[in-house]
Structures are given as structure tokens and as C-alpha cells.
């Protein structure tokens, strides 16, 4: 079982992160994982992509090539990339706090999350990708829930218990508004 | 020959004959490294290791282990031989050419990073072996095969002096230049030498010895005429000099 | 002229107590097997200090400098360390004096700082001096780009360097490949004396994966190297390395002699994966990146009914050839794709020798520097 991600946004809103805890995951339940970025040539503001491959066998093609299965798009800049690199059949998970306009592609399911206003709600905007995260989870099942928990728990834990415990409820709401949203 | 086994020990091979051209004067340097390795007893630990030219022939007199580097970088190899076997004594052996001319960036660095490695650089003030051309080295107007009407220093630059360029190194804690043209420089000369291979068996930095030696096939002149030039020619613009010796401070502590 | 100043020693002694307690340290965060999520980079990194490297000499150049700049923290967990020199061809060089004393030491480079080592990869062949290099291979020629490519199949293969030499050249196709094959790049860098090189296309060496990491082992210290190493007249009679000649029977002998030693490599050491070729009617033929993407082709295209089958060489010199002796009849055609514009394409039809059409697909550099499965997939339809 193969799953294709793309996570997209502007530098600075963590779609990098967003990747890379996919991939901290995957690997504590025993899966492989392949992550490959795109980046703008600015140091910080430029739009920013991850690419993650999820299996449970040996990964041949390391590569997302327009074939995503889930994407999350953070920033207005690089939506219509994700609508367009979405596999037919795939989801795209939007941050309608910053994705104002959207269309329509035949055959690609969209869920619009307001990700940034619910990430203030929580005490940082920063923290809207993890919202995103929560959404990717319930969405595609990639991961255990828990998983992804201790994953956060790891980085975070014991240094930072406030910033853990933001991030936690982050994961859960976005959870949830993925689930009430799809409905 | 008894006697001379009694100062050579066993690092020269005394049996082998020099194949340097009669007067040339690597057969001297050869000789006053051979005698300093024989004097600090550290013959077999002692590694060569030597450049493209006819200094590259140096260590077939000797009875120690050499590497014979590509043009210019024994230094880089002396480096990196050090770096893995810290232990060793390791020196290069490289004429002007070598060193100065396309060896220039890695003896340099090397002087800088200041691990403890021995370079010497004999100075023909030409290329040797490939019959006398035109090196970094070569005179203001001195003919060579390659500056038949003299060296143009508009077109070639001016002489290069290369210890002159260590001395603000600070890796390196002994530089000096010697000539060999009298017993009284070649005395001064040898003593350069076991400072410099000293400076090394103490751990203490980087060591450059350059020597002014008369090549007579390449300049074409008689052996007692190519000394004679060295001395009145040569030594006026490369001045023999201790340039730098940072030893003395650490052997007090 | 005495300048008094304090001096001080220059320590240049590893620290033996870390180097035999190796074990100890290690122990405790370094010595079990583990997966790693890492940039295949530092994977090589990991892996070849892993297996015994303790010397990486290198100089910044993308996408190498990962490299070096992982080595730079764990090495001296190991007791070694990384060098940074002031030019690939101080690099080179400086490695060449590490392997003369029988250390196993490393370099990592790309594009141009490859170019600067040839000279010394020649020299170091003809020494018959053992190391570890990668080459992350990047758009080429001149500057070229950082973007990743597989342009250096032919400098890697043929030598960039002067002289009838070969050295031997791995292309693994992912990080747990990196991690499998150390190891064995180890050994045959003892084995047969000689440099060992990785060609790993920059888009692999870039990207970040899980790889298991088994439980470190010092391979390179298994080696006696006292038979040939220049390590001083206390432990042998004069040595000397030459690789030039005095002689004109002393060329010709050398030659002889590496000549039979790439016979003997050429015969035992070539490694490909082949994947449903015995009933293929199209066979793939490609390596590293796109070998791991004929994985996926061959089962999605399989799955479809099509016949399609994958060799995909591991060592590019020595040349799998034997994986193309015995080709089954059903192969029609073969299809070679490469991040260049047609390299390993020649040793394909070297191998093929005329019995099969060799059809080829690549393409360098861009923002997508290399052949989508899309793209190899349509391809290959073309040919059924």
C-alpha cells in the first residue's frame, strides 16, 4: 500500500515540518518513507513543497509525479499547483483562511479547512499546519493518530509543554473540522 | 667509506651512485637530510615524500619509505599521510618548479593549516629535467631555453620568494631559506634542516626550508662557475635568512 | 629573527582511548542497528564511517557538501575526522597520502570537483591505492548546474583521468542500498587495491529517506595492509611508491600487471538486479534513480499484461555484460533511460553486440532534471 502526499505553503508556514512528521510516523510504525522538496531561491517567504511517499513495501519511484493522493495546500500561491499534481481520485485539503477562490477539477475531491483562523484561536498562527496535519490523518488514515501524538510529544515533550499541548489540540480540531466539513 | 658509515648510518646508501649531474646541488641537500634523519634517529619512521623533477630521485639514496607524489602536491599527500599516521616523520622533497610554479596552492595551505609536516624546496631557480626551462624562480634576464632573449619580467612577473610569503602564517613555526654554495652556508644550511625536521618531531607546526642550489647542466656553466653565480647572483635577490623559528618559547616550557 | 610567542603544540594524535573504546562509546548511541531518516547524503556519510572510514578529506560543492558537513559531527564520535582542504585537487591528493600509510579514508564531490580529481583517481589506480569516493552527480559541462544528473557515466566508467585504468564503480539506487552495499565497497577497495566510486545522481542525494542501519562494523580494520603499506623502514624493507617509470619495462609491466587485476574484477564483481526479464518482450535498462523507477514500471506495466523487464546495473565498471549473455528470446527490444543524453547507453550496446535493437530515452538538467515514470511508461508502449 503506496500513499502519495504533497504539502505545500509559503516559507515559514511549516509545510516542511508537516512532511517530516508524516515521515517521523511512518517510521515508527515500520513504514518507508521517501521525502523530496521543492524550494523557492528566497531564504525565508518563497513557496515551499514536500513530497512524501508512504509504503509498506520497498519504495520504487521515490517521486510524487502529479499523482498525489492527498495534498495540502497552506498559501494562495501554490493552490493551483496542488489541484493540478493531485492524482485523479485524490483529496486536496485547502487553507480557506488564506485560499479565498477556488475551482473545480473533474475527479479531484476538495475539503476547505480554515486553518489559519482556527491556528489564532489556538494561540499561533504557526501552529495551522499541524491543524492540517490532524485532517491528513483522519482523511487518508496514513498514520495511527496515537502515532502521530507521540511524534509531537518527542520533538516537543518535555522542553516545550505548552507548545506540545497547542499542537495536540491543533491535531484533534483539525480532525475534526475534517470530518464535519467532508460531511 | 668506514668513516663515512659512521655519520650516514644507515639512512644513506652509500653503495648507490647519484644519478644528479656532477655539481648539481641536490646531491648536497639529499646528503645534509639524510645526515639529520641519521642524527635524530628516526630513519624508520621517516616517510619522503617527493615531487616530479630531479628532486624526485632523492630518496633512492636513502633507506626510507617515499611516495612519489604528482607534479606539485606532495604537500597535500604529506598532509593527508599525517593526518592517518601522526606518528611519522614526513617530509616533501620538491624543486622550485614543483613547489612554486603548479604547486604553489597546496604548498602554501599547508603552511597555513600548520600540521606539522616538513617541506623542502630546492630552488635551481629553473626546471631541471626537462632541460633547463624557465621556472617562477628564474632571474630578471637570465636565459633559459624558454626566455632565450632573458626573462621578461612584463611578460613573466619578477622572481617569485616564496618563504617571504609564510611569514605571516602562523601555522608555521619554522621558515627559512639556506644556500650550499660554501661550507660555511651549507654548515648553516644543515642546521636549518634539523630544525626544521625538530619543529616537526615536536608537534609543533609547519616547516619550510627553501635552499638556493646551482643547477651547472642547466644553466650551462662549469660546476665551479654555477657556484660562483650562486653565490654573487642567486643569494642577492633570494637572501638567505632564518625568516621565522617559533621553537625556542615551547622547548622553555 | 626569533619571535617570542606562545606556541602551541599542534595535537595531531587521534585520540586512541576514543579509537579503542570505540566499542564503549558506541554502545550506548552508536553501535546498534537502527533506522535513520536522512538525506541520502548523509546516509553515505553514516554508512561508510559505519563500516571503518575514519578519514574524509572534501571541499564544499553541491549537492556534496552534505556530506562533509555530517561527517564533520559524527567522525569524532569515532575518533576520526573530516579535513577540509583548500581544492579537490588537495583532496585528492591528501587522500592518496591517507591510503599510503593503509587507512581507509573518503572524498565526496560533484561536477567539477570530480573533474580537479582525475588526475589523482589515475594516479591513485596506478598506485593501486584503496578509498571510498562519491561522485553526487550534478549537470555538467563546465560549471554546469547544481541540479542533479547522471552526466559523469562516462568519467566515471572510461576515467577522466591518463592511462589504461579502471576503478570500480557502484550505483546504488536508494539509501538502504547505500547502507547494503558499504560493506562490500570496503572490501573491494582491499581486495583488489584500488579507488572505489559511487556515482549517485544529485536527485537521490538529496532526497531523505528511512534506511536500517545494521550494527556498525569496522570492516576496513580486517584488512592487513602491511604487505604493501608505506608506513616506514621499521616495519619493512625500503618502499617506495612509483607510478611513473624509469624504465620502459617497468610501464609495460605495470600495465600488465593492472591489466590482469581488471580482468580478474571484471570476471567476479559485476552485480545488477534483474527483475521478470525471462519472458520480457521489452527490457528496461537503467541505473540508479531510474533503475528504482523500472521497479514500479515493471509491476504496474505487468499488472496491465504488458512484458516488460528491468536490468538495472549495480556495478557500472565492471559492466554487467553477463546480465545480457543469456537474454531469453522474447526479448524484442531495449529501452535505456538515463538522466544524460545517451552515457551508459554505449556499454548496453557493447553488450547487446548487435543482436537487439537499443532504443534510448533521457534527458539533463531543467527543474525535472530526469524521466518521469510517465514518460519511461508511454515510452516503452511505443516498443511493445
Not at chain 2, 606518528?87 to 618548479?97: L, P
Not at chain 2, 609547519?206 to 654555477?226: A, H, K, M
Not at chain 3, 548496453?348 to 532504443?359: F, K, S
Request: charged share 20%; hydrophobic share 40%; aromatic share 6%.
Amino acid at each position: 500500500m503506496r500513499t502519495n502526499c504533497t504539502f505545500s505553503g509559503s516559507g515559514g508556514q511549516g509545510s516542511a515540518l508537516l512532511a517530516k512528521l508524516i515521515c517521523q510516523g511512518a517510521m515508527k510504525q515500520g513504514l518507508q518513507v521517501v521525502m523530496t522538496q521543492t524550494y523557492g531561491i528566497e531564504q525565508r517567504g518563497g513557496d515551499s513543497t514536500g513530497y512524501v511517499v508512504v509504503s509498506d513495501s520497498r519504495i520504487g519511484n521515490p517521486l510524487v509525479e502529479n499523482d498525489a493522493d492527498v495534498s495540502v495546500a497552506l498559501s494562495p500561491t501554490i493552490y493551483e499547483g496542488c489541484l493540478d499534481g493531485s492524482a485523479v481520485g485524490g483529496l486536496v485539503l485547502a487553507n480557506s483562511s488564506l485560499i479565498t477562490e477556488t475551482r473545480e477539477r473533474e475527479g479531484v475531491k476538495q475539503v476547505l479547512i480554515p486553518a489559519s483562523d482556527i491556528a489564532v484561536e489556538l494561540g499561533s498562527v504557526k501552529c495551522a499546519n499541524i491543524v492540517m496535519l490532524g485532517a491528513v490523518l483522519e482523511a487518508t488514515k496514513v498514520l495511527e493518530f496515537a502515532t502521530v501524538e507521540e511524534v509531537l510529544r518527542d520533538l516537543m515533550g518535555a522542553k516545550k509543554p505548552a507548545l506540545l499541548e497547542m499542537n495536540l489540540k491543533a491535531l484533534e480540531k483539525g480532525r475534526a473540522l475534517y470530518l464535519s466539513a467532508a460531511e | 667509506m668506514q668513516e663515512l658509515a659512521k655519520i650516514y648510518g644507515e639512512t644513506l646508501l652509500l653503495d648507490k651512485k647519484f644519478s644528479y649531474c656532477p655539481g648539481c646541488g641536490h646531491g648536497i641537500v639529499t646528503r645534509l637530510v639524510a645526515e639529520a634523519i641519521e642524527a635524530f634517529g628516526i630513519r624508520k619512521r621517516t616517510v619522503s615524500v617527493v615531487g616530479i623533477g630531479c628532486g624526485g630521485f632523492s630518496h633512492h639514496y636513502m633507506e626510507i619509505d617515499a611516495i612519489e607524489a604528482m607534479h606539485g602536491r606532495a604537500p597535500a599527500v604529506a598532509v593527508g599521510y599525517k593526518i592517518a599516521k601522526p606518528e611519522n616523520i614526513v617530509y616533501t622533497y620538491q624543486g622550485d618548479g614543483d613547489c612554486s610554479a603548479i604547486g604553489l596552492a597546496e604548498l602554501l595551505h599547508t603552511a597555513n593549516r600548520g600540521i606539522p609536516v616538513t617541506c623542502f624546496m630546492i630552488n635551481n631557480n629553473l626546471f631541471g629535467m626537462t632541460g633547463g626551462q624557465m621556472s617562477p624562480a628564474t632571474l630578471e634576464g637570465q636565459v633559459t631555453s624558454t626566455t632565450p632573449k632573458g626573462r621578461d619580467v612584463h611578460q613573466h612577473g619578477y622572481p617569485l620568494r616564496v618563504p617571504e610569503m609564510m611569514a605571516d602564517m602562523r601555522g608555521a613555526k619554522y621558515v627559512a631559506r639556506e644556500a650550499v654554495y660554501d661550507a660555511k652556508s651549507i654548515r648553516k644550511a644543515a642546521s636549518s634542516v634539523r630544525k626544521a625536521l625538530d619543529c616537526q618531531m615536536k608537534g609543533l607546526g609547519f616547516s619550510f626550508v627553501e635552499f638556493i642550489v646551482p643547477c651547472p647542466t642547466g644553466l650551462r656553466l662549469s660546476v665551479s662557475d654555477s657556484y660562483k653565480w650562486n653565490k654573487e647572483k642567486m643569494v642577492e635577490y633570494f637572501k638567505p635568512q632564518v625568516f621565522k623559528n617559533e621553537m625556542e618559547q615551547n622547548d622553555e616550557n | 629573527m626569533v619571535v617570542r610567542r606562545n606556541v602551541i603544540r599542534y595535537s595531531l594524535a587521534v585520540d586512541e582511548k576514543k579509537r579503542s573504546n570505540l566499542k564503549t562509546i558506541a554502545s550506548e548511541s552508536y553501535m546498534k542497528s537502527e533506522t535513520l531518516f536522512l538525506k541520502n547524503a548523509q546516509t553515505f556519510a553514516e554508512a561508510m564511517v559505519r563500516c571503518g572510514v575514519r578519514y574524509h578529506f572534501a571541499y564544499p560543492i553541491t549537492p556534496a557538501t552534505e556530506v562533509m558537513k555530517h561527517t564533520s559531527v559524527i567522525l569524532p564520535q569515532y575518533g576520526g575526522r573530516m579535513v577540509q582542504m583548500e581544492s579537490e585537487l588537495a583532496v585528492a591528493n591528501a587522500l592518496a597520502g591517507c591510503a599510503c600509510t593503509g587507512t581507509l579514508g573518503a572524498t565526496s564531490t560533484s561536477g567539477p570537483g570530480m573533474s580537479l580529481m582525475q588526475e589523482t583517481i589515475s594516479y591513485m589506480a596506478g598506485g593501486e591505492l584503496p578509498c571510498i569516493m562519491l561522485d553526487a552527480m550534478r549537470v555538467g559541462p563546465g560549471d554546469g548546474d547544481i541540479v542533479g544528473a547522471q552526466s559523469n557515466y562516462f568519467q566515471a566508467t572510461r576515467g577522466g583521468g591518463h592511462g589504461d585504468y579502471r576503478v570500480i564503480v557502484l550505483a546504488p539506487a536508494s539509501g538502504q542500498e547505500i547502507v547494503d552495499i558499504m560493506p562490500e565497497a570496503v572490501k573491494l577497495a582491499y581486495t583488489y587495491r584500488t579507488p572505489v566510486l559511487f556515482v549517485i545522481d544529485g536527485v537521490t542525494c538529496t532526497m531523505t529517506e528511512s534506511a536500517n542501519f545494521p550494527e556498525p562494523h569496522d570492516y576496513a580494520s580486517e584488512f592487513d595492509t602491511s604487505s604493501w603499506a608505506f608506513t616506514g623502514t621499521g616495519d619493512h624493507p625500503k618502499r617506495y611508491l612509483l607510478t611513473g617509470s624509469y624504465t620502459h619495462s617497468q610501464g609495460e609491466e605495470l600495465n600488465n600487471h593492472l591489466l590482469a587485476k581488471y580482468e580478474r574484477i571484471k570476471e567476479e564483481e559485476q552485480r545488477w538486479e534483474e527483475i521478470q526479464v525471462d519472458d520480457a518482450d521489452v527490457v528496461l535498462v537503467a541505473f540508479g534513480i531510474h533503475g528504482r523507477m523500472g521497479q514500479d514500471l515493471v509491476s504496474n506495466m505487468r499488472a496491465d499484461g504488458k512484458k516488460v523487464g528491468l536490468i538495472r546495473p549495480i556495478s557500472l565498471w565492471p559492466f554487467p555484460d553477463k546480465a545480457f549473455e543469456k537474454l531469453p528470446e522474447s526479448v524484442k527490444s531495449m529501452l535505456v533511460v538515463e538522466m544524460n543524453h545517451g552515457q551508459m547507453l554505449d556499454d548496453v550496446r557493447l553488450a547487446v553486440n548487435g543482436r537487439l535493437p537499443v532504443h534510448f530515452l533521457g534527458k539533463t538538467g531543467g527543474d525535472m532534471p530526469l524521466c518521469t515514470l510517465a514518460e519511461m511508461t508511454a515510452k516503452i508502449n511505443t516498443l511493445l
